[in-house]
């Protein structure tokens, strides 16, 4: 199987995952930063961006998601990575290190701690979102010049949608048009819930970001993070939705940083968006 990456930076290895329906480029924002101090891979999940679907067909749960990933990872020569993603890629760092297979994890507002309703209300916003990326390329790049249309297509997955690049925002309307993945992977997340026990029973050191203003998997889900992973860092993103790094750059980029151990933590110091 081939996954399409980007790969930049010196230095213990970091894998950044997406989320549903989205590509690699979505961690641009903080790639640089986190360049600076790690060997930064930055992955197309399969069936995603420019990754295409297995040969096998695309894996039907998050196990199988995980097992698509390891063949990769020895292909890139990584021996229990750094691993940050967010939604679905939050997740399957969690599951990374459940598996002994990741050396730290960053993940923001992952999925798993939502509730059935929650997961439904989250998928119908994703879905519809893909619906109208099924509208005419010229329709939709057009709308995306003006910012008050970039803010009413953008707004359910970050704070700060008028400040998008409207060429950016185009190519992640026509990622979210084009993923073959999506169905599969929205059936997958059925029943889903986050191996607290597992992620408990191992020395993984764990950080959970959440921003404040998450409109696709609320903040309160962060709640139920704190009392299932005592051992793990909770914290905060202020002014920050469900894509984070688009809202507040240098907050996830310290976040992350702070987890694999490039920088100090202070403790309990608040993220703050700039």
Same mark, same amino acid.
């Given at each position: 199987?081939?996954?399409?990456?980007?790969?930049?930076?010196?230095?213990?290895?970091?894998?950044?995952?997406?989320?549903?329906?989205?590509?690699?480029?979505?961690?641009?924002?903080?790639?640089?930063?986190?360049?600076?101090?790690?060997?930064?891979?930055?992955?197309?999940?399969?069936?995603?961006? #420019?990754?295409?679907?297995?040969?096998?067909?695309?894996?039907?749960?998050?196990?199988?998601?995980?097992?698509?990933?390891?063949?990769?990872?020895?292909?890139?020569?990584?021996?229990?990575?750094?691993?940050?993603?967010?939604?679905?890629?939050?997740?399957?760092?969690?599951?990374?290190?459940?598996?002994?297979?990741?050396?730290?994890?960053?993940?923001?507002?992952?999925?798993?701690?939502?509730?059935?309703? #929650?997961?439904?209300?989250?998928?119908?916003?994703?879905?519809?979102?893909?619906?109208?990326?099924?509208?005419?390329?010229?329709?939709?790049?057009?709308?995306?010049?003006?910012?008050?249309?970039?803010?009413?297509?953008?707004?359910?997955?970050?704070?700060?949608?008028?400040?998008?690049?409207? #060429?950016?925002?185009?190519?992640?309307?026509?990622?979210?048009?084009?993923?073959?993945?999506?169905?599969?992977?929205?059936?997958?997340?059925?029943?889903?819930?986050?191996?607290?026990?597992?992620?408990?029973?191992?020395?993984?050191?764990?950080?959970?970001?959440?921003?404040?203003?998450?409109?696709?998997?609320?903040?309160?889900?962060?709640?139920?993070?704190?009392?299932?992973?005592?051992?793990?860092?909770?914290?905060?993103?202020?002014?920050?939705?469900?894509?984070?790094?688009?809202?507040?750059? #240098?907050?996830?980029?310290?976040?992350?940083?702070?987890?694999?151990?490039?920088?100090?933590?202070?403790?309990?110091?608040?993220?703050?968006?700039?």
């Amino acid at each position: 199987m081939t996954l399409r990456f980007r790969r930049a930076g010196t230095g213990q290895p970091l894998l950044l995952v997406h989320g549903i329906g989205h590509r690699h480029q979505a961690w641009d924002p903080v790639f640089d930063r986190l360049a600076a101090h790690h060997d930064v891979i930055a992955i197309d999940l399969p069936g995603f961006g #420019e990754s295409p679907v297995p040969p096998t067909g695309m894996p039907t749960d998050m196990a199988a998601i995980v097992a698509t990933l390891r063949p990769a990872l020895a292909d890139w020569g990584l021996d229990r990575p750094h691993v940050a993603g967010y939604s679905l890629g939050g997740a399957i760092g969690l599951e990374l290190a459940a598996s002994g297979l990741a050396a730290s994890v960053t993940a923001l507002s992952p999925a798993g701690f939502f509730t059935d309703a #929650e997961r439904r209300r989250a998928l119908r916003a994703l879905s519809w979102m893909r619906v109208t990326s099924h509208l005419p390329t010229p329709l939709i790049r057009a709308a995306l010049r003006s910012p008050g249309l970039r803010a009413w297509c953008f707004g359910p997955l970050v704070a700060r949608p008028a400040a998008l690049d409207a #060429e950016r925002a185009l190519a992640d309307a026509l990622a979210l048009r084009r993923c073959s993945g999506f169905g599969t992977v929205a059936r997958a997340a059925r029943g889903y819930r986050v191996d607290c026990a597992a992620l408990g029973a191992c020395a993984t050191p764990v950080t959970i970001g959440w921003g404040d203003r998450d409109r696709i998997f609320g903040v309160h889900q962060a709640e139920r993070a704190r009392a299932d992973l005592p051992g793990a860092r909770v914290q905060t993103l202020s002014g920050c939705g469900h894509v984070p790094m688009s809202d507040d750059p #240098e907050a996830v980029a310290t976040l992350i940083l702070e987890t694999t151990g490039a920088l100090p933590r202070p403790a309990d110091r608040p993220a703050t968006a700039g």
